[in-house]
């Protein structure tokens, strides 16, 4: 977003909720950091400095505040700036791009040079992209303090330090405080059974949380996921080890209860990032719902789903070609009953979605696909099990659909599907569906299209929109 020093100081001095993560205030006379709706005395303007990110003000010598933690702050969203190469790059830091590399490799991975980089890092952020990614890692191990009771060699480890002395020095270093005195302050006191954790994981109010658990509930792969009135459920699998997730509103705030059944701490910081993404929780509403106007009216707030994976959405999306949703749910049940892995998770979760490498070889005659359906997921299969096609760490949406839409049988539809759930594409726009053409009025793509020019950046979300008007018709 664009620095906006008028706009900033009414956001703090109201306390304006739709701010939050947005930007963060510097206060010379204390020396700390705070979200613009920390509730404690406002400071004198002429005391107050600004930041783009929390990154920024840690970078200018300012400690995290105590009261307002901009560590539990929504999070900076990473296409409120209008550089695209900074919103690919936020997205690899937070897949951990920066963990095996330096800003040297990420920048290649960008097709930029380093220097670049770190130049649109420092005019969108006022931070090099290592301070970004270092202050979310702090970030995310004070929230395991503050959240939980995991021990600190742990937390050290899930936190992405490979010591427990750095992850001493990174919390004197920030915070003026040491672990042991920062866990003596907060309000948790139950010590949680071992490989089982609970993190808040906050997001920008409205949100649809109703919306999206409708949208998806009869979507949900039986047997890998469960979705009941107050809670999403999965299977999830990483690095070979399995475990479960279990999402729900917390009872207080604007933030999701996210509780992991997992056996290594380690992976945490990963597991959330991907949850958060799966409920797209980076979203800005106010701005979103402002450019759909009164197509957003009627329910503000709405996200659009991520998935848990991409190779899993693109297989559900090829299985929901010209068949109803519930079909494809049940073409989907028989897939993970036949080739998936069986794990001793909660109830009504037994197993895990199939690895790329089992559906290559797989014949999927007792499953009841056409043999051009079968076809399709044995070719995505075998592209992904290759390395011919990953859906981790994609930088360029543009060349990923290219190749997808390579592969036998996948059309505009399936593209565009994809890059609106596994991508996070905020501006894919399946325009030859059914369901929006029917809620639209719209009698061609074509028109839709030109119809949803007044849409973008947003034309994912407007999606949303128009399937759930579509649904509520239909009953």
């Not at 014949?363 to 099990?385: C, E, M, N, W």
């Not at 997808?404 to 049988?409: A, E, N, T, V, Y």
Request: aromatic share 8%; hydrophobic share 40%.
């Amino acid at each position: 977003m664009e620095f906006d020093r008028n706009a900033f100081e009414q956001a703090r001095r109201s306390r304006d909720a739709r701010f939050d993560g947005r930007f963060f205030i510097g206060v010379s006379t204390t020396g700390i950091y705070c979200r613009p709706v920390c509730p404690a005395p406002s400071p004198k303007e002429s005391n107050v400095r600004y930041f783009l990110s929390a990154a920024g003000a840690a970078e200018a010598g300012f400690r995290p505040c105590l009261r307002c933690r901009p560590e539990a702050s929504p999070g900076t969203p990473a296409w409120l700036g209008t550089s695209t190469t900074v919103s690919r790059a936020l997205r690899l830091i937070g897949e951990s791009a920066l963990d095996g590399g330096g800003v040297d490799q990420l920048a290649d991975r960008l097709g930029i040079g380093s220097r670049h980089l770190r130049r649109l890092f420092l005019d969108h952020l006022g931070a090099a992209p290592v301070a970004v990614a270092q202050t979310r890692r702090v970030h995310f191990a004070k929230r395991l303090i503050d959240e939980t009771r995991l021990p600190f060699t742990e937390g050290a480890m899930a936190s992405g330090y490979g010591s427990l002395r750095r992850f001493n020095s990174a919390f004197l270093k920030m915070y003026g405080r040491t672990p042991t005195e920062l866990r003596r302050m907060n309000a948790v006191s139950t010590a949680g059974e071992p490989g089982r954790y609970s993190l808040r994981l906050r997001f920008r109010p409205p949100f649809d949380w109703n919306g999206l658990l409708a949208f998806l509930a009869p979507r949900a792969i039986p047997g890998v996921e469960s979705v009941s009135a107050e809670s999403y459920r999965r299977t999830i699998s990483v690095e070979g080890k399995s475990g479960s997730i279990d999402v729900r509103p917390a009872p207080k705030g604007d933030a999701l209860e996210l509780r992991v059944r997992f056996p290594e701490a380690r992976a945490l910081a990963g597991i959330a990032e991907r949850v958060r993404r799966l409920f797209d929780l980076g979203a800005d509403p106010n701005e979103i719902d402002g450019r759909l106007g009164a197509l957003a009216a009627a329910q503000p707030g709405r996200r659009v789903p991520g998935s848990w994976d991409g190779f899993e959405l693109a297989v559900r999306a090829i299985l929901g070609q010209q068949v109803t949703v519930r079909g494809a749910t049940t073409l989907a049940g028989r897939i993970v009953r036949a080739y998936g892995t069986s794990v001793e998770a909660e109830t009504g979760l037994t197993h895990l979605f199939p690895e790329p490498g089992k559906l290559a070889a797989g014949d999927f005659k007792d499953i009841g696909l056409t043999g051009a359906r079968a076809a399709s997921i044995r070719s995505l299969a075998q592209a992904v099990d290759h390395g011919t096609l990953s859906f981790h760490g994609v930088v360029d949406t543009t060349a990923f659909l290219s190749t997808f839409r390579g592969l036998p049988g996948i059309g505009e539809w399936t593209a565009q599907y994809v890059a609106m759930r596994a991508l996070g594409d905020p501006d894919a726009f399946p325009s030859s569906d059914l369901g929006l053409l029917r809620a639209a009025g719209a009698r061609s793509a074509q028109e839709l299209e030109r119809r949803a020019e007044a849409w973008r950046p947003w034309r994912a979300y407007a999606a949303m929109h128009l399937w759930q008007m579509e649904k509520k018709e239909a009953e």
